[in-house]
């Protein structure tokens, strides 16, 4: 599968902004979808999952703030983020894995499918 994230931005705190994910084929019974996020200087790191179940999944730092929803008709994926801080500040990716295995679903080597990226910079 092909993965292409759009979405990304300037913003300033506080504010909100909606990332996309469009999947190139059917998804929604056979993947879980995520978002990672990889900051300067820093790892790329887990940010929110979907599995095929339909169940959501966030790190501890995005939870209440960030929601993780997807559109099985249309193979898209979302994260619609809000209250957004300078730490939020990123370039986010989307994944897909088949495997779909709780205890890894965090895991960046969990996932073989990779979107290019989109860039979330916020301003304080």
């Known amino acids: 599968v092909q993965l292409q994230a759009s979405g990304g931005g300037v913003v300033q705190t506080g504010d909100s902004l909606r990332l996309s994910c469009a999947a190139s084929?059917?998804?929604?019974?056979?993947?879980?979808m995520a978002w990672f996020r990889q900051g300067p200087g820093k790892e790329r790191e887990f940010v929110a999952a979907?599995?095929?179940?339909?169940?959501?999944h966030y790190a501890d730092s995005v939870k209440g703030r960030f929601t993780i929803s997807k559109d099985n008709a249309k193979n898209m994926v979302y994260l619609q983020m809000s209250s957004l801080s300078p730490e939020d500040t990123a370039v986010y990716y989307c994944?897909?894995?088949?495997?779909?295995?709780?205890?890894?679903?965090?895991?960046?080597?969990?996932?073989?499918?990779w979107g290019q990226g989109t860039l979330v910079t916020v301003s304080s």
């Open positions: 994944a897909a894995t088949q495997t779909g295995i709780l205890s890894t679903l965090r895991d960046v080597a969990a996932y073989a499918y």
């Open positions: 084929e059917r998804t929604g019974s056979r993947y879980t």
């Open positions: 979907v599995r095929w179940t339909g169940t959501t």
